[in-house]
């Protein structure tokens, strides 16, 4: 482009630049009346949140369906764990050889490996106690009413755990013999608990997604091939645990979360139409205030999670499945006052198109539920000035016009 050329294009741009929304066109509106009227602002409010409706109930996942298996001697929680072990086989083939199969004769000795997952290892000097159950055992037993077979009369073994153990598979040597009557068919039921100079936990993997205990039998084969020997492992026909307290509904003016049978709670917000709207939300925090401190394992944390709620069947409503429109937050056992738990994106979600047509209710749950023993409590709106609250920073309206 030649100079002179270059010159008039600048010139050019200057003067448009200079007419900015000044010219008229030729529709009924002037462009002037388009343009915002102020530079954007910020307005921050505080919800009470008062008339909020929330309720909480336990049991959305069971003990029975818990993914570890439990043994404490803590104050707040006491544990103990009951396995059924099916019958092994009664025989097995003997390849290379003109036998059909060789039966079972004697019993030489018992290995239980479990998969620990969560201790405490500040605590050392761990030991566990096995007893042995009624091979139909009631799986509906209370803490209390296991207390009868945990005696010395029943009593399998005492192994010790390494103060070096941690997560992952472990075998322990329980007793060179086991007796089993003729009328247990040769099932097996074990009660599991825990030792140690202080009050302590452990938790050990329950075959639901994580690694099952296996009770393997070694055994001599019967006269006159005795010299055989050969090993069965057999997985838990039934694992589960009694606590103590024993678990109940939270109580009026409790918010619970976790825990196990674990509890979720539901709330429904009362909010002004102002912030909740995709475009406009720039913060939003949950606050919530706890009653007591979170529980669970020393030095552990697990999240709590708000979602949204799509179709409102009360406990059994159905949430929104992109985590995205989810809020969320770390805990960690011990701590107390109050938690801030992100609510913009799911007050995003409610000005969209999708989620404006969905109630005003979230669900708040643990994570990841049914692999954790902690659990928090929070007031509810109930409570006065310590019920839920939201705070909120949105965009305030604009009009267009002349400035």
Known sequence: MSAWRSAVFVTGLAAAAAMGCQEKVTTPSRCPALCPASKVELADTLLALAD????SVRGFVLIREATYLLASTLDSLQAVTLIRFSAHDTMWTVSGTNLDSLYVGTQDSLVLTLSLAQRDTTVKNLRMVIWRLPAQFDTGATYQSVQPFLADSTLIDTVAIADTAIAGSHTFNIADSLHIPPGDSGVVSLAIGIVAPSKTALTFGSGNLSTAPLLTTYVHARAPFDTATSLFSVSPSVALFVLNPAPVQPPPGILAVGGIPTARTLMRLSLPKLVVDSASVVRATLLLNTVG???????????????????????KSVLWPDSATSGIVLVHQGQSGQIQLDMAPILRFWGTAQGDSTPRLIMLRGYPEGSILGAVNFASHTAGALGPQLEVTYVKPYSFGVP
């Open 52 to 55: 909020t409706a929330d309720t």
């Open 293 to 315: 401190a979170v529980g669970g394992f020393a030095g552990d944390s697990f999240y709590v999670v708000a979602e949204p709620v799509v179709r409102d069947y009360g406990v």
